[in-house]
Structure formats: structure tokens, C-alpha cells
């Protein structure tokens, strides 16, 4: 399993939101360029970024903080965000990003996912962002009827190979994993899956690395001293 610590931005600053909640802010007073030095500084090699701005509207909002740290670390990046079509994915991967995530834009235009898998493999990852069972797009904001299991197991029909999951009930709640749902996402064939949502402790790193996620995103834990970096780091594959 490998271990992703989590830079979230908006207006070029590093901040948490609790339960997706753009009204439930946490600032941090570090820049995305010193938190992502800080976290290889630690020994990460893997680092999740999402441009909440972009999610919000629908377009790369902090772009160019991102580009400082793709072009400024050496680590193996994912950034999501507002990323809608081929033109913004193209852009990161050339500005050294390693995946790209698309979140509502392969919910909503799923030829623009297909194009990009044609395009871009898998350097391509899709983000599902669930609540009570279904997913929601647009920043969280909005929510859909679509069962975020059953649509995981056809985008591995469509031929996606990676998907972050978002539990979004936990997510920057400090509140633990559900861990049963990413035993029941690890049923779904030839998809790897990265969990995101509520990683508070060790032991939460333990049970999703027994349920057999790729990867684990760790955000506010990290920011709040909940876990050490490196302590987790130590329990990576």
C-alpha cells in the first residue's frame, strides 16, 4: 500500500474541509510547495493534491500552485479539481503531474473519460466521492442517484484502473475508516483502489491495508498531529 498525504487548496492556501463542507474550513499556515517539500522531506513518494476552487466551479483554479510542486518535487503526483476535459489533463501531465483525477466530468460526460483513457491510460484515475451510499459531483456540492459501488464496477468495465474513493461522511472529521466498504470495492476486478476519508490513526492504516487498497490519502491527521508521516510511511508496501 502506499501512503498519500493530502494537500487540498483554495485561494493558493493548504486547508481542510470537514465532511466536504465549503462552509467548515480548516487553514493551514504553510503553502502547497513548503507542505509538499515538507512531506518528501519525510520520505513520501506519493502526494494527492485537489484544487478545491476548481472542483467548486468547474475549471483549474490553482493551477499554478500545483505546477510548483509537480515541477518542484520529485514525488509521483495526482492532482484533482476541476479538471473537465483533455486540454486541462494534458496541461498538468506536461507540467510533470503523474495522474490526473477526473471526478464529476466522468460522471457526467463519460466520452470525456473514455477519450482520456484512450489518450492517457493510466495516468488517468477517476474520483468518486460517496455519501450514504451514492455519489456526489461538483465540489461535493451536489448529490446524484447513481449507487457509487455499482458505477465503480462499471468503470472497470470501461477499462479504469485506478479510483480514489472518497467516503465523504468521514472525510477531515478525525473520525475513522469504514473499512467495510473498501472490502466490498475490493470484490470489483482489475481496478486498484486509493481510500480517502476519515484516516485518523495507524490502526485505520492497518485496516484498509488488510482490505486491500492501493492507497490510503492522509490529510488532516497529518496537519493536526494525529499521525506521524513517517509512522505511517512505515507501514507502506
Known amino acids: 500500500m502506499k501512503i498519500f498525504p493530502a494537500i ?10 470537514s465532511e466536504g463542507d465549503y462552509d467548515k474550513v480548516t487553514n493551514y499556515k504553510i503553502t502547497p510547495l513548503e507542505a509538499a517539500r515538507a512531506f518528501c522531506a519525510d520520505g513520501a513518494t506519493h502526494l494527492h493534491i485537489v484544487d478545491l ?3 467548486k466551479v468547474g475549471r483549474a483554479v490553482n493551477s499554478d500552485a500545483i505546477k510548483e510542486i509537480t ?3 520529485s514525488m509521483f503526483v495526482e492532482v484533482g479539481g476541476g479538471i473537465r476535459n483533455l486540454k486541462q489533463m494534458e496541461e498538468y501531465l506536461n507540467a510533470g503531474a503523474s495522474r490526473v483525477i477526473l471526478g464529476t466530468a466522468a460522471i457526467t460526460h463519460e466520452h470525456v473519460l473514455v477519450d482520456a483513457i484512450k489518450m492517457f491510460g493510466e495516468k488517468v484515475a477517476v474520483g468518486i466521492d ?7 459531483v461538483r465540489g461535493w456540492k451536489e448529490a446524484t ?4 459501488f455499482d458505477y465503480c464496477r462499471k ?3 470501461l477499462g479504469v484502473k485506478n479510483i480514489v474513493f472518497t467516503d465523504i461522511s468521514k472525510d477531515g472529521m478525525l473520525g475513522g475508516v469504514n473499512d467495510g466498504i ?3 470495492l475490493g470484490k470489483i476486478d482489475n481496478v486498484k483502489f486509493t ?4 484516516i485518523t490513526t495507524l490502526e485505520d492504516i492497518e485496516k484498509l491495508k488488510d482490505a486491500g487498497v492501493f492507497g490510503a490519502v492522509i490529510g488532516k491527521a497529518i496537519y493536526e498531529r494525529k499521525i506521524a508521516l513517517k509512522d505511517a510511511l512505515a507501514l507502506e508496501d
Not at 487540498?8 to 474541509?17: M, N, P, T
Not at 442517484?145 to 457509487?148: F, I, K, P, R
Not at 481510500?195 to 476519515?198: E, N, P, S, V
Request: proline residues 0%; aromatic residues 6%.
Open 182 to 184: 473498501f472490502r466490498k
Open 53 to 55: 476552487d476548481g472542483a
Open 145 to 148: 442517484e447513481l449507487d457509487a
Open 195 to 198: 481510500a480517502a476519508g476519515g
Open 155 to 157: 468503470l472497470s468495465e
Open 130 to 136: 460517496e455519501k450514504d451510499g451514492f455519489i456526489r
Open 71 to 73: 515541477s518542484g518535487t
Open 8 to 17: 487540498d487548496i483554495i485561494e493558493g492556501k493548504v486547508v481542510r474541509l
